[in-house]
């Protein structure tokens, strides 16, 4: 079987009119190419049954010369304008029915809120319909039922909600089993890196341009820019090809380079036996959060200090104040001294804190707006200290900041693996 012809549909009237921005055509497409798949189209529809159907019946008619794979997002809903599961009856000729498991779900749903099974309105109901002899992709985030139904000979039309954390989580945990299960994937090899405060652009300009004649024939490359860092992905046929551009990229950026941070900081953790604690200022608890996204992280995260004011690093992490006085909240010798407070509560393997300017007010000439430090002390009882400037809004400011700070126990855990 050749590879599908991939089409992504965003529907909703508040996209096409502007009101709301298509997050998830973006993000299924990286996931796509990350999986050794491409994205030949993306189509933004508004909530007009007639011109949805035009454009699944002209999608329907190309499954004849090729595969087809058309995903779309939004129209599940309860709402009037909520077109899809209606529009996709109409293309197939089949009848709906409910999802018991989806029904049981929204019935516990009107339960917890004090309400009978009687109260649930119709178009509530809706959610938990799927056209007949349909796959089903169960939704654990929401109520809205995806579903996968065949448009042709290996050829499919897949439905999930436009609510991001739904469709994600739908399309990781449910449907990429199904597509690995159903395509191939142009018998591709790829390595993926991740380079940390670096843009795109210079990137692209300094390793990319650099090396195209001599590294990249035959290579598709892409990258992704995040808070903190970009990842870096490449595939190609020839895995030779691929293991010399890692090798270059290691050589050219020995400091900045990683692998999945997140997932290699968990398992590390888990397998020797590491306990975390961290004290956040301009983070508020971000870091924390993101230590604790994964299963099982209770094993080794012990907690974590909220220390916005001066008082608090004082009272909770022994800051001196004579510290806070001369050097101010935000510098190396605060941080430091956060960062044994930390270890020193907790005896924890490894404490992080973070203190920093995430803005829009605070900023001087000193210290400018994304000034941030971040301390780290590892088993061995060594403290490091390291700032940056991160650029952006207070959001992102704060995203850099603890992604950062992931990253530099990412360093210290495999200087430990050497």
């Known amino acids: 079987m050749e590879p599908p012809y991939i089409v992504i549909i965003a529907s909703g009237s508040e996209i096409t009119a502007g009101r709301s921005l298509d997050t998830n055509s973006g993000w299924m ?47 599940l809903g309860p709402t009037e304008d909520d077109y899809t599961l209606e529009t996709v009856l109409k293309l197939s000729g089949k009848k709906s029915y409910s999802v018991e498991k989806a029904k049981i779900r929204l019935q516990r749903i009107y339960e917890s809120r004090g309400k009978q099974y009687s109260d ?102 892409g990258v992704t820019a995040n808070r903190g860092y970009i990842k870096c992905i490449f595939q190609s046929t020839d895995l030779a090809k691929l293991e010399k551009i890692i090798s270059e990229l290691e050589s050219q950026y020995p400091k900045i380079i990683s692998d999945d941070v997140f997932t290699f900081v968990h398992e590390e953790l888990v397998a020797k036996k590491l306990t975390i604690a961290v004290g956040e200022s301009c983070t508020g608890g971000l ?40 050097f101010g909240a935000v510098s190396r010798e605060t941080a430091e001294a956060m960062v044994r407070g930390i270890s020193e509560k907790t005896k924890a393997d490894y404490s992080i804190s973070i203190t920093g300017i995430a803005g829009p007010d605070g900023g001087t000439d000193t210290k400018p707006l994304g000034t941030v430090w971040i301390g780290i002390k590892s088993p061995d009882g060594s403290i490091e200290t390291h700032s940056y400037i991160f650029p952006g809004n207070r959001e992102s400011i704060r995203e850099n900041a603890s992604n950062t700070a992931l990253f530099l126990l990412y360093q210290s855990l495999k200087q430990r693996k050497v």
Request: proline share 6%; glycine share 8%; aromatic share 8%.
């Open 29 to 75: 497409a990286n996931q796509l190419f990350e999986l050794g798949w491409k994205v030949k189209k993306f189509i933004t529809l508004p909530d007009d049954p007639d011109l949805i159907l035009s454009e699944l019946q002209t999608l329907k008619e190309l499954t004849k010369s090729k595969p087809v794979l058309a995903l779309m997002t939004g129209g």
């Open 287 to 326: 870091l924390g959060k993101k230590l604790t996204d994964s299963p099982g992280s209770s094993s080794y995260f012990i907690g974590g200090f909220l220390t916005y004011s001066n008082e608090m690093k004082e009272s909770l992490l022994g800051v001196p104040s004579d510290i806070l006085n001369q």
């Open 120 to 221: 649930i309105l119709p178009t509530v109901m809706r959610q938990t319909h799927v056209p007949e002899d349909c796959k089903i992709l169960d939704n654990n985030v929401g109520i809205a039922v995806g579903f996968v139904e065949p448009i042709g000979v290996d050829s499919y039309l897949v439905c999930m909600p436009g609510v991001p954390s739904e469709m994600k989580e739908m399309f990781t945990r449910r449907l990429t089993p199904e597509l690995k299960r159903i395509y191939p994937r142009e018998n591709l090899v790829q390595k993926t890196k991740w380079l940390w405060n670096i843009g795109e652009s210079l990137y692209q300009k300094d390793f990319v341009e650099a090396h195209r004649d001599e590294l990249f024939s035959g290579v598709e490359w």
